[in-house]
């Protein structure tokens, strides 16, 4: 079976287990692991940024990035469809009290203009005060695209002239720096915060963290303590992911060109797929030409031996690539999707 249905799914490599298992450890809630003190620095450094707080996902990260900018009954903007929006069981409204405001985007992009729109709006004390502006890159639910720069540099050349904070949920961040062939601090110096993740594309078994301004950050081990995210021997999970700091970065344009020639096959094959939507690791497939429901093409595919999964849309099917497909298996499933969607 070639499972491909999202990069959460890798499973640590030797390497990495031999990391985990070497760690230096110590009891990180009294700041006694070096691990996670060393990860934490190496953090700093590659995202251009002052502080580092390891935490258990990229849920709890981006979380502790809205309590620590926003207070109760202000606004947050961003994408309409952003991970933080519709797949984090609305804590920004339980646990921050945020107003979120949910903006029409392209490709996951929205522009300086829509918040500068939005903001001006609210410079009323009936209205809430628009605090923060979210980014997602790479944007998951529109196929994992990345934010061009230009597009960035506008919405924070808007956030230095409304005064409001931009966070990065960077789940994918690396995946946009090998995309745009920067390096990650040229996507995230100028945020107030980004939130990092080890488990997805890196290869990690857990583990994120939060990077941002000193200042801004001074509260949030006490908000991962209170959400219950103080780890202790965290060592074990932060070896793993300075190793995929270290080691999983650059194989990442591996991920994203077994994703190209996935869907270019996919598309000589004669199946519904657009080659020029797959940004970096994501492939989506559209069901409804084939004259096929999602959950039924699913099945098919499941009994040929390929797993896709179902997307934020109702007939659009989603794979991802990672480190555990080699290119003979992009092959190998490009053959079993065709066959199984279009025989029988
Ligand atoms: C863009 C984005 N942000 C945050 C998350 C949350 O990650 P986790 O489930 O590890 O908390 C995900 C998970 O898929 C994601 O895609």
């Keep these: 079976m070639i499972d ?35 990860l934490e620095d190496d953090l700093t450094e590659l995202l251009g940024q002052e502080a580092a707080v390891f935490v258990p996902s990229a849920t709890m990260a981006n979380q502790i990035a809205t309590l620590c900018l926003v207070e109760r009954g202000q606004e947050i903007v961003g994408e309409q469809h952003r991970h933080m929006f519709r797949y984090e069981a609305g804590g920004p409204a339980y646990l921050a009290g945020a107003v979120v405001t949910g903006l029409p985007g392209t490709a996951g992009v929205f522009t300086g203009d829509q918040v500068r729109e939005i903001a001006q709006l609210r410079d009323s004390e009936h209205r809430p005060r628009t605090a923060l502006a ?31 904070a931009v966070h990065i949920d960077g789940a994918r961040l690396f995946n946009a720096s090998v995309a745009l062939d920067v390096p990650p601090a040229r996507i995230t110096a100028r945020a107030r915060t980004v939130a990092v993740c080890f488990s997805k594309g890196l290869g990690g078994p857990a583990g994120a963290a939060l990077v941002g301004r000193a200042d801004v950050l001074a509260p949030a081990r006490r908000i991962r303590q209170m959400l219950g995210g103080s780890l202790r021997q965290a060592g074990v999970l932060a070896g793993a992911a300075r190793y995929a700091l270290e080691h999983n970065i650059a194989r990442l344009a591996d991920d994203h060109a077994n994703a190209r020639t996935l869907a270019g096959l996919l598309a000589e094959g004669g199946l519904p797929v657009d080659p020029a939507g797959t940004g970096t690791n994501f492939v989506f497939l559209d069901v409804a030409p084939l004259g096929l429901a999602r959950d039924a093409a699913r099945d098919r595919l499941r009994a040929g031996g390929v797993l896709w999964s179902n997307s934020h849309h109702p007939t659009l099917l989603r794979a991802v690539t990672h480190l555990g497909h080699s290119k003979a298996d992009v092959h190998t499933a490009a053959t079993r999707t065709i066959r199984a969607l279009t025989t029988g």
């Design 134 to 164: 979210l980014v997602e890159n790479t944007h998951n639910v529109s196929g994992g695209r990345v934010w061009p720069l230009p597009a960035l540099d506008d919405l924070y050349d808007t956030r230095d002239e409304l005064g409001l």
């Design 4 to 38: 491909l249905r999202s990069d959460v799914k890798t499973l640590p490599t030797e390497g990495m287990l031999r990391a985990m298992t070497t760690a230096p450890l110590g009891d990180e809630q009294e700041r006694e692991d070096p691990t996670v003190r060393a």
